[in-house]
């Protein structure tokens, strides 16, 4: 990359450049001052250089070169060598050469960093966002922005061969209950009205679907005010996809060949395809969650039949009382955890709402359990053949309601596999998530809400089941999951209006409340609506996956901390007085 400062980058710098005089510029990553040979290890975005200053070559610059401190900005020039074979540095790819310099110029002096721009750095991850632009200094950092851009380029370049066009959505939209929390933009216009922004271009590309667009895609912010963790940020990116004249399958068909080439040109992993697909109610049971980790067993097993009968009246009565009894099978475990290991795990599934763990060791000698006067020999024979035990093995038991032993055996499962530090490393097991439920019941609000948005469409022999039993309907929607995260999901949406009249109905909102939130999109159906589906990506959630990291802060230049604020900006701030009164706005004291 030649430029008036520069004829190249540090790392394009190779053996071809031996006896060339080239121009560099860039940080100082490192200064070694050997006595008359000073050593700077130059750094710019492609990487590192070893330059050389003695007085042999010039005498001037060893001064300057003397002065010099880590992250001062300098521009060289010098002689591409080859170096003794005895100092190649193999941790760079310019080890086997170095520049002997004949001429250095400070561009900018640095202060002493507060923190260590290295991958080495321990900084608390507070200081290290203050201090985020040194932070993105670091290699790792900056791959992690490299990464992230190859990604989106992948995404846009296939979406763009597959006839998709991107068109660009507004920022400023109207309020609507769409599940999370929105922000909120006052208006100084219209002041006591409210902009919100967007927490999905949903209904927007729907409408592009009526427009015609027939396939629509966009790498588009989005915002929620929600509580933040690891894996949540209040403004993130989304690859926002929809078709037109489509079912399930077309939509899936295109968007994981999308993630196997995505995938293979990352990580020159092959994911074969077609990808794995299982229904909600089958990921609920045997994994205890709708987005599995299918990298490792300890899937859930159904004991109820094995313990209906049992004296043991949490089981029993349970069972009579609707509820559900599950166990998982940690193999080798009975021979592994200790008895406080195991009082750690009962702890553990209380966090999850569950009254208690039962447990049982398998040994040669037969099962040691606190529970083990309570059953029969033909019960315990039972638990052994349905959860596949056998001895050294380690049995887990909780009997509570369905969606109490599905979170917490579920949660238990993973938590077993942190204590086993299964070596997960390299593994991409990609699945499919579908039919799942259309509506939930909402105790607080007294209503059925939508499980993903009022837009996703039932199945068409569930359509009756509004009128009789809601909560039975299952919708047209399909998750994709990697590794126990969900990356993607979408729906096939209703498009025609009697059938969303019907939903809204059902989902306690009148004709009129329904057409104050949705009535332009309601009254865009009127005119000749195709039927159409889509799906949209966390692309924070993918480049974390690619990366092999848990915090989607490692993969955003300049991320919100867990209390939404920026360190570095110090966002957010008051407002001035007299803005506030040019919105229209009073402040209450809390």
Same mark, same amino acid.
């Given at each position: 990359?030649?430029?008036?400062?520069?004829?190249?980058?540090?790392?394009?710098?190779?053996?071809?450049?031996?006896?060339?005089?080239?121009?560099?510029?860039?940080?100082?990553?490192?200064?070694?001052?050997?006595?008359?040979?000073?050593?700077?290890?130059?750094?710019?975005r492609?990487?590192?250089?070893?330059?050389?200053?003695?007085?042999?070559?010039?005498?001037?610059?060893?001064?300057?070169?003397?002065?010099?401190?880590?992250?001062?900005?300098?521009?060289?020039?010098?002689?591409?060598?080859?170096?003794?074979?005895?100092?190649?540095?193999?941790?760079?790819?310019?080890?086997?050469?170095?520049?002997?310099?004949s001429?250095?110029?400070?561009?900018?002096?640095?202060?002493?960093?507060?923190?260590?721009?290295?991958?080495?750095?321990?900084s608390?991850?507070?200081?290290?966002?203050?201090?985020?632009?040194?932070?993105?200094?670091?290699?790792?950092?900056h791959?992690?922005?490299?990464?992230?851009?190859?990604?989106?380029?992948?995404?846009?370049?296939?979406?763009?061969?597959?006839?998709?066009?991107?068109?660009?959505?507004?920022?400023?939209?109207?309020?609507?209950?769409?599940?999370?929390?929105?922000?909120?933009?006052?208006?100084?216009?219209?002041?006591?009205?409210?902009?919100?922004?967007?927490?999905?271009?949903?209904?927007f590309?729907?409408?592009?679907?009526?427009?015609?667009?027939?396939?629509?895609?966009q790498?588009?912010?989005?915002?929620?005010?929600?509580?933040?963790?690891?894996?949540?940020?209040p403004?993130?990116?989304?690859?926002?996809?929809?078709?037109?004249?489509?079912d399930?399958?077309? #939509?899936? =068909?295109?968007?994981? &060949?999308?993630i @196997?080439?995505?995938? +293979?040109?990352?990580? $020159? /992993?092959?994911?074969?395809?077609?990808?794995?697909?299982?229904?909600?109610?089958?990921?609920?049971?045997?994994?205890?969650?709708?987005?599995?980790?299918?990298?490792?067993?300890?899937?859930?097993?159904?004991?109820?039949k094995? #313990?209906? =009968?049992?004296?043991? &009246?949490?089981? @029993?009565?349970?069972? +009579?009382?609707?509820? $559900? /009894?599950?166990?998982?099978?940690a193999?080798?475990?009975?021979?592994?955890?200790?008895?406080?290991?195991?009082?750690?795990?009962?702890?553990?599934?209380?966090?999850?709402?569950?009254?208690?763990?039962?447990?049982?060791?398998?040994?040669?000698?037969?099962?040691k359990?606190p529970?083990?006067?309570?059953l029969?020999?033909?019960?315990?024979?039972?638990?052994?053949?349905?959860?596949?035990?056998?001895?050294?093995?380690?049995i887990?038991?909780?009997?509570?309601?369905?969606?109490?032993?599905?979170?917490?055996?579920?949660?238990?499962?993973?938590?077993?596999?942190?204590?086993?530090?299964?070596?997960?490393?390299?593994?991409?097991?990609?699945?499919?998530?579908?039919?799942?439920?259309?509506?939930?019941?909402?105790?607080?609000e007294?209503?059925?809400?939508a499980?993903?948005?009022?837009?996703?469409?039932?199945?068409?022999?569930d359509?009756?089941?509004?009128?009789?039993?809601?909560l039975?309907?299952?919708?047209?929607?399909?998750?994709?999951?990697?590794?126990?995260?969900?990356?993607?999901?979408?729906?096939?949406?209703?498009?025609?209006?009697?059938?969303?009249?019907?939903?809204?109905?059902?989902?306690?909102?009148?004709?009129?409340?329904?057409?104050?939130?949705?009535?332009?999109?309601?009254?865009?159906?009127?005119?000749?609506?195709?039927?159409?589906?889509g799906?949209?990506?966390?692309?924070?959630?993918?480049?974390?996956?690619?990366?092999?990291?848990?915090?989607?802060?490692?993969?955003?230049?300049?991320?919100?901390?867990?209390?939404?604020?920026?360190?570095?900006?110090?966002?957010?701030?008051?407002?001035?007085?007299?803005?506030?009164?040019?919105?229209?706005?009073i402040?209450?004291?809390?």
């Amino acid at each position: 990359m030649k430029t008036y400062y520069r004829s190249g980058m540090c790392a394009d710098i190779t053996e071809k450049n031996i006896g060339q005089n080239v121009k560099l510029c860039g940080w100082v990553q490192n200064r070694r001052d050997l006595g008359g040979v000073v050593f700077i290890d130059l750094r710019d975005r492609t990487g590192v250089v070893q330059l050389v200053f003695n007085e042999e070559n010039d005498a001037e610059a060893l001064k300057v070169a003397d002065g010099l401190r880590n992250e001062y900005v300098i521009q060289t020039e010098g002689e591409v060598v080859k170096r003794d074979p005895a100092n190649y540095n193999d941790n760079i790819s310019t080890g086997t050469i170095e520049v002997i310099c004949s001429q250095v110029k400070i561009l900018d002096s640095a202060k002493t960093p507060p923190i260590y721009v290295d991958d080495s750095d321990t900084s608390k991850e507070s200081v290290r966002l203050k201090y985020r632009y040194l932070d993105l200094r670091k290699n790792k950092m900056h791959n992690s922005m490299v990464t992230r851009h190859k990604v989106a380029k992948y995404i846009r370049n296939f979406l763009d061969d597959s006839e998709f066009v991107e068109v660009e959505t507004p920022f400023l939209t109207k309020p609507t209950p769409e599940g999370a929390r929105s922000f909120l933009v006052p208006s100084r216009v219209q002041k006591g009205n409210f902009f919100a922004l967007p927490q999905s271009p949903q209904l927007f590309k729907q409408i592009l679907m009526v427009s015609g667009f027939d396939r629509y895609y966009q790498i588009v912010k989005c915002f929620r005010d929600e509580d933040l963790r690891q894996d949540r940020q209040p403004e993130f990116t989304q690859v926002d996809i929809e078709m037109s004249f489509v079912d399930e399958d077309d #939509v899936i =068909n295109i968007n994981e &060949k999308m993630i @196997a080439g995505l995938f +293979k040109e990352m990580l $020159d /992993v092959d994911v074969a395809l077609p990808l794995k697909r299982m229904t909600y109610v089958d990921a609920m049971n045997r994994f205890g969650s709708d987005k599995p980790d299918l990298r490792f067993g300890l899937e859930l097993k159904d004991i109820k039949k094995a #313990v209906e =009968n049992s004296e043991f &009246k949490v089981f @029993a009565d349970n069972i +009579k009382n609707g509820g $559900d /009894v599950r166990a998982i099978n940690a193999e080798g475990c009975g021979d592994i955890f200790s008895r406080r290991e195991i009082d750690a795990l009962v702890d553990f599934v209380k966090i999850y709402k569950a009254k208690g763990l039962a447990w049982l060791k398998v040994t040669d000698e037969g099962v040691k359990s606190p529970i083990e006067k309570f059953l029969t020999d033909q019960e315990v024979n039972d638990i052994l053949v349905a959860t596949d035990a056998k001895p050294g093995d380690l049995i887990l038991i909780v009997a509570d309601k369905q969606n109490i032993v599905w979170d917490a055996l579920g949660q238990l499962r993973l938590e077993i596999a942190r204590k086993l530090e299964l070596d997960l490393k390299g593994k991409y097991e990609f699945v499919w998530i579908t039919d799942f439920p259309l509506l939930e019941y909402d105790e607080d609000e007294k209503r059925y809400v939508a499980i993903h948005h009022p837009f996703t469409s039932p199945k068409p022999e569930d359509i009756e089941l509004l009128d009789t039993d809601p909560l039975k309907a299952r919708a047209r929607a399909y998750d994709i999951v990697l590794n126990g995260a969900e990356i993607g999901g979408g729906s096939i949406r209703i498009h025609n209006n009697e059938l969303q009249e019907k939903l809204f109905k059902v989902l306690g909102f009148s004709e009129e409340k329904a057409s104050e939130n949705f009535g332009f999109l309601l009254e865009s159906f009127k005119y000749g609506t195709p039927p159409h589906g889509g799906i949209a990506y966390g692309l924070d959630r993918i480049v974390m996956e690619i990366l092999g990291t848990d915090n989607i802060r490692d993969v955003i230049a300049f991320p919100k901390t867990q209390n939404h604020s920026c360190p570095m900006t110090m966002a957010p701030d008051v407002a001035e007085e007299a803005r506030l009164e040019e919105l229209g706005l009073i402040l209450k004291k809390l």
